[in-house]
């Protein structure tokens, strides 16, 4: 199952990536989004490998891109669902 992950730095969003881990093998994280918090979902990204990072904050997006090489970094939150089988929407 691919999993895309909106507000992936909040509470919710934290929840999921520690259910997601407990379930071992057969799930993937393949999008994460985050308003601003740079160094969060820079460190969700390194360890989970998402392909799409979205970042809605055009200053923070830069900040995500320059440390993910190799990571699509986008505005646009259309990409959390192109490659995804199931969406968790954090954000409140």
């Known amino acids: 199952m691919r ?7 909040g509470s919710i ?3 999921t990536l520690d ?3 407990s379930l071992g093998d057969g799930v993937e994280v393949v999008a994460l989004s985050v308003g601003s918090s ?5 460190a969700q990204a390194k360890q989970w490998k998402p ?4 970042v809605s904050d ?3 997006r830069a900040q995500v891109a320059a440390q ?3 990571v699509s970094v986008v505005a646009e939150p259309i990409a959390l669902v192109e490659n995804a089988d199931v969406v968790v929407n954090g954000v409140v």
């Open 68 to 70: 993910l090489p190799g």
């Open 3 to 9: 999993v895309a992950i909106a507000g992936s730095t």
């Open 58 to 60: 055009d200053a923070a």
């Open 51 to 54: 392909k799409v990072v979205v």
């Open 38 to 42: 740079v160094d969060g979902v820079v």
């Open 19 to 21: 259910v997601i881990s």
């Open 13 to 15: 969003g934290t929840q």
